[in-house]
Each structure stands twice: as structure tokens, then as C-alpha cells.
T-cell receptor, first 112, second 113 residues
């Protein structure tokens, strides 16, 4: 079972920041938080990941709370092409923990 | 474009048949993961290979098998196909470390009639 809880759906206005929350209250100290998105039926696309510190790349920012029990993915200026299902995944190290366990994700709809 | 390629894009076959799906990894990636996405089950991990050897197994049926070849491409074999095997099949590949990020291919859509 997925170790994360995400809202089923969210709306965001085009050009505004999209903030997608994720709860992972049972995360272990050596587990990473990964974010992927899937546009329609395309292959999941890697967005960002982090362990403890906040992370930023060209696509998004990841804010992880100090207790690591929750995180927020921020798309700073959402566009219509960001409409997708966003998956927050807690990933362990090595062996069978290395694979990704996908939950149902958050369906983000960016509206004009 | 993730750099991971999968063939074919679409496959339509009949129940009882056998098919082979192919995945070519990004240059330098040693790990290959296979995932199945059906409407009712979501994305599920099937199996992982690392440098030619099986590393981890998920919810993979006995009718399904996989292998990774010396050139690191991988094949997923599905036999005695049933209607319920209709799904999207994705492979993902990653580098040397088991903590390396997985990059997904575009998938193969299998339809069993």
C-alpha cells in the first residue's frame, strides 16, 4: 500500500502557483519523498525528490516539513500543460524498497 | 523525452496468446523496472532487473516473466493472456545506485480481445 495521502483533485488558475500537499506520517529516516506526474496515459514523468531539505529545480520546488511527515510540491507558474495526475511517493533504499509504490495521486486541473 | 524507449506502442492480441514487450534503457542505466497500469489497479510494480539479474519482484503473475540481456535491454513476456491483462505496461530505468531516480518510457498499450 502507498505510504502517502494526497487530495483526490485540485484546481489551479493558469499563471498562479499550484501547491500540492502530501502526507507521509510514517516515513522513515532513510526514505526519500519523490514526485512524479502523469499526463493522460503517458509514462510518469519525474519532477523532483528530497530527503530532508527543501529542493528546487527547473520544474518545481519541494518543501518538506521539519518533522518530515508532510511535504508540498509547488509549481510556481502553472500552465495548461501542467494538467496531470501528480504522485507523491515515499521510496526506501535498495532491494524491493527501491521500486516505486504509486497511490492514486492528485488530479490537478489548470484552468484558463 | 526520458531517453527510455519501449516497443511496440500498441499491441492487440487474443486471449491465450503470448506477447513480448521490449524496453531499451537510457545510456548507462543498469536497472530496469516493469510496471503495469490498469484502470482498476493503478500503477503497480512488477519486477526489477539489475545488470542482468533479477533484483526484486512485485505483483507479477506466474504467466509473466522478464529478462535483461547483456546489452541491458529488457523484455517482458506475457503468456496465456486473459482479458484482464489489458493494460499499459511501462518500464523505467535507473543508474548504478538503487537510490537513483527512475525514468519512465512511453509505455506499451496492450489490448487483449
Amino acid at each position: 500500500d502507498a505510504k502517502t495521502t494526497q487530495p483526490t483533485s485540485m484546481d489551479c488558475a493558469e499563471g498562479r502557483a499550484a501547491n500540492l500537499p502530501c502526507n507521509h506520517s510514517t516515513i522513515s529516516g532513510n526514505e526519500y519523498v519523490y514526485w512524479y506526474r502523469q499526463i493522460h496515459s503517458q509514462g510518469p514523468q519525474y519532477i523532483i525528490h528530497g530527503l530532508k531539505n527543501n529542493e528546487t529545480n527547473e520544474m518545481a520546488s519541494l518543501i518538506i516539513t521539519e518533522d518530515r511527515k508532510s511535504s508540498t510540491l509547488i509549481l510556481p507558474h502553472a500552465t495548461l500543460r501542467d494538467t496531470a495526475v501528480y504522485y507523491c511517493i515515499v521510496r526506501g533504499l535498495g532491494g524491493s524498497q527501491g521500486n516505486l509504490i504509486f497511490g492514486k495521486g492528485t488530479k490537478l486541473s489548470v484552468k484558463p | 523525452d526520458s531517453g527510455v524507449t519501449q516497443t511496440p506502442k500498441h499491441l492487440i492480441t487474443a486471449t491465450g496468446q503470448r506477447v513480448t514487450l521490449r524496453c531499451s534503457p537510457r545510456s548507462g542505466d543498469l536497472s530496469v523496472y516493469w510496471y503495469q497500469q490498469s484502470l482498476d489497479q493503478g500503477l503497480q510494480f512488477l519486477i526489477q532487473y539489475y545488470n542482468g539479474e533479477e533484483r526484486a519482484k512485485g505483483n507479477i503473475l506466474e504467466r509473466f516473466s522478464a529478462q535483461q540481456f547483456p546489452d541491458l535491454h529488457s523484455e517482458l513476456n506475457l503468456s496465456s493472456l486473459e482479458l484482464g491483462d489489458s493494460a499499459l505496461y511501462f518500464c523505467a530505468t535507473s543508474g548504478l545506485s538503487h537510490t537513483d531516480t527512475q525514468y519512465f518510457g512511453p509505455g506499451t498499450r496492450l489490448t487483449v480481445l
